[in-house]
């Protein structure tokens, strides 16, 4: 059985209201690379949605949060030049497993998974109080 989960719009990415959009902060993000944790994970979703979901700083992967661990959704050609912070996103996948192999639905395109990273927390430090 194949499970779809949908999320909303890729802008609204990490819920506390940071986005990869923007200028400056574009450029910010452009010039700090994601620290990956683990590679070639197997990511398990079971019957939960995740709802912090968003287009990488490359514009060609899909960042997205389960529980307290990040992860990075490396697609193939042609979806990985084709995404837009503004897209629809959804996982498919065959049980509770989504990995290399299961698919990303973005706006109008299907893709396929070439590989998820686990990757470290990729919102920007907040600044220390004095």
């Given at each position: ?47 939960s949605v995740s709802r ?29 030049q084709n995404l837009g ?46």
């Amino acid at each position: 059985m194949k499970a779809l989960h949908f999320v909303a719009a890729a802008a609204l990415l990490l819920g506390a209201g940071t986005t990869f959009s923007g200028a400056a902060a574009a450029k910010e993000e452009a010039a700090a690379p994601y620290t990956v944790l683990h590679e070639n994970v197997h990511v398990n979703l079971g019957s939960s949605v995740s709802r912090d979901f968003g287009v990488g700083r490359d514009h060609a992967s899909i960042i997205f949060r389960e529980g307290r661990r990040w992860y990075r959704v490396e697609l193939l050609p042609p979806c990985a030049q084709n995404l837009g912070a503004e897209m629809r996103i959804g996982l498919v996948h065959r049980g509770p497993w989504f990995d290399r192999g299961s698919q990303v639905l973005a706006g109008d395109y299907r893709c396929s998974v070439r590989r998820v990273d686990e990757i470290a927390d990729p919102r920007p430090a907040r600044a220390e109080k004095d």
